[in-house]
């Protein structure tokens, strides 16, 4: 079946960085759209960074040159850099694998929790 493990969340001080990871197993990762999510408490969830089956990015106002997804498709993987941390980036972040073309395909990992405190 698919799984998409995340990891890598923790307790970080502002200013501080974070590596997330999002293990992935049951799908074809090539051929899907990886991004990362996060809901924060009280709020909608909300889409964080993108990156395409071609390697295109697209991230969140409130963290376009904090923060870099990337993906390695060897390993079935996709992760999350977060450079230069605020209080306002504490949330659930959850890893999402969308096929392109076949509607349903559209998998969710379990979330992993960052928060950022001093």
């Known amino acids: 079946q698919v799984q998409l493990v995340e990891s890598g969340g923790g307790l970080v001080q502002p200013g501080g960085s974070l590596r997330l990871s999002c293990a992935t197993s049951?799908?074809?990762?090539?051929?899907?759209?990886m991004a990362w999510y996060r809901q924060a408490p009280a709020k909608q969830r909300e889409l964080v960074a993108q990156?395409?089956?071609?390697?295109?990015?697209d991230y969140a106002d409130s963290v376009e040159g904090r923060l870099t997804i990337a993906r390695d498709n060897a390993k079935n993987t996709v992760f999350l850099q977060m450079n230069s941390l605020k209080p306002e980036d504490t949330a659930v972040y959850y890893c999402n694998a969308r096929h392109p073309y076949l509607r349903g395909l559209n998998y969710w990992g379990q979330g992993t929790q960052v928060t950022v405190s001093s």
């Open positions: 049951g799908i074809t990762f090539s051929r899907y759209i």
């Open positions: 990156i395409t089956t071609e390697g295109t990015t």
